[in-house]
């Protein structure tokens, strides 16, 4: 449902209004990387100011607009801490309003009623294309007497562009924009079926919802003056505008998937990065404060102003976002890893149960963590505690546990189960102590070790790993090397 909006609140009473933010995505597929930018840059302005942040859903492109779309959006936004401070505002829902403002601009004699037809509309946009010039309409209806129009004609709205003069918007990232009028177009702001357009629409939304200041990507730039000209018709307050430049791919084109650009969704369950990472980030990617890279969000609202937004396209990284995953990995509560990295044990064919290994899980992460740059390879470091007896070994760990290695590996479990101190710090001088009579480094004893406790040949220090499994499982595994090195030699 959307929410109510009074007409008439976007500050046309004197004073200066409080700060009003909005982000309005079209619901047509995911909440992609730029748009989130957009969203926290809008979240951050108005939290800076003490204003007000609010969401618009612009499902008016009823062909395209999806429900899984809307959730995915609207999830995506949960996830990075972005909801609006108020109800979404459903775009559709309003095209009653819309209509009545565009009935409104043609009573003051700022719109008129068009009655061009498809053809010929077709045969003059061809004809600009063989003379090779801009195609703009110049419609003989702007003036006509439209009793001169044929009996049930249908017809569209089109707003009374300015021919003269030129349009000023001071920018707060672009600078002073000028455009000649002669520029701008009679558009439609109401079709021949009495729909409103997208450029009707969001005028009026955000008139409605009081928004004072509209931060959006500098591909809306043009539409920004052909909105004023609505704006002025209805002689309403302009907000103030910031178009923030587009992000590009390392090799400078435009974002796109195959830069990897994906949709937040894929960033937090593909990747498996954290909404800190991701919004960071995107703070980052086009905004500045000297040489800082890690801003978390209460220091982003402190800081945040439009003055640090820069002119010129960032470039998005996907190698530096994950290594700013990894520091936030890093200063993550373990807890709250352990309750993230459980769905993806959960998924793995491991003896895995949430309710039974919560707190295994959790005591495990700050071992973990050290080693990892995103949740999936937490997911895949944690995997060996859960582990299916017998496990399966990696090419390179079975390598270890060969001929040698398996006298070795007897005597190890020999020595551990006459071990009674089974803490890192008991066992770490038992297998010294060992490593020491036989005149070896440590590493001779912990590679075979680990790779009959783990199946790999990489894991958190061998005392910790026979710490968190404990001596029942501990034991277990190097049983089930010992009789599988016996079974070979038979």
């Keep these: 449902m959307a929410s109510s909006v009074s007409p008439g609140s976007a500050g046309d009473s004197g004073g200066t209004a ?20 957009t969203a926290l840059f809008n979240w951050l ?6 204003g007000k942040y609010l969401l618009r859903i612009e499902d008016t492109d009823r062909a395209r607009s999806t429900e899984p779309a809307i959730a995915a959006i609207l999830d995506g936004l949960a996830w990075l801490g972005l909801e609006g401070d108020e109800p979404p505002v459903f775009q559709f829902a309003r095209s009653e309003r819309h209509a009545e403002v565009a009935a409104q601009l043609l009573e003051a004699g700022h719109a008129y009623r068009c009655y061009l037809s498809p053809d010929e509309l077709a045969e003059r946009r061809a004809l600009a294309q063989a003379e090779r010039r801009p195609f703009r309409i110049a419609s003989e209806w702007r003036d006509r007497d439209p009793a001169a129009a044929p009996a049930s004609a249908p017809f569209v709205l089109r707003i009374k562009a300015p021919r003269e003069g030129e349009t000023v918007i001071e920018d ?39 928004v004072t200041h509209v931060i959006r990507g500098d591909d809306h730039l043009n539409n920004a003056f052909r909105q004023l000209v609505i704006l002025d018709g209805m002689g309403w307050t302009h907000p103030v505008y910031a178009h923030v430049p587009l992000i590009h791919g390392a090799d400078g084109a435009k974002l796109s998937k195959r830069h990897g650009a994906l949709g937040v969704d894929a960033y937090r369950d593909e990747l498996g990065l954290l909404p800190e990472t991701v919004s960071n980030y995107l703070l980052r990617l086009g905004w500045g404060h000297g040489d800082r890279e890690i801003i978390d969000r209460d220091e982003a609202v402190a800081l945040f102003d439009l003055d640090g937004v820069g002119k010129s396209p960032s470039r998005f990284d996907t190698k530096k976002l ?38 295994k899980l959790a005591e495990a992460m700050p071992e ?48 551990l189960s006459a071990t009674n101190d089974w803490t890192t710090t008991g066992l770490e001088a038992n297998l010294k102590a060992e490593a020491e009579q036989r005149g070896l480094g440590l590493g001779k004893l912990a590679q075979p070790l680990r790779a009959a406790l783990t199946g790999q040949t990489t894991s958190p220090g061998i005392f910790d790993v026979l710490a968190l499994l404990g001596r029942d499982e501990s034991l277990a595994r190097i ?6 090195g016996m079974a070979a030699t038979t």
């Design 45 to 50: 302005f108005a939290r800076h100011h003490g």
């Design 479 to 484: 049983r089930d090397r010992l009789a599988e």
């Design 18 to 37: 409080p700060v009003v933010t909005r982000f309005a995505p079209s619901p047509t597929g995911y909440l992609h990387i730029g748009g989130a930018r």
């Design 368 to 415: 973990l963590q050290p080693r990892a740059h995103d949740l999936n390879e937490l997911a895949r470091g944690a995997a060996f505690l859960f582990a299916v007896r017998p496990l399966e070994l990696e090419p390179k760990a079975a390598a270890l546990l060969t001929g040698v290695a398996q006298a070795l590996l007897a005597d190890l479990h020999a020595l």
């Design 322 to 359: 994950l290594n700013l995953n990894g520091h936030y990995i890093r200063e993550a509560d373990p807890a709250r890893l352990a309750e993230l990295v459980a769905s993806r044990l959960a998924a793995m064919a491991l003896d895995f149960d949430p309710a039974r290994d919560a707190a």
């Design 172 to 210: 707060r990232v672009q600078g002073r924009v000028t455009v000649n009028n002669a520029e701008l177009d009679d558009f439609v702001i109401l079709r021949s079926d009495g729909t409103p357009t997208y450029m009707l629409a969001v005028v009026v939304d955000d008139h409605d919802m009081g």
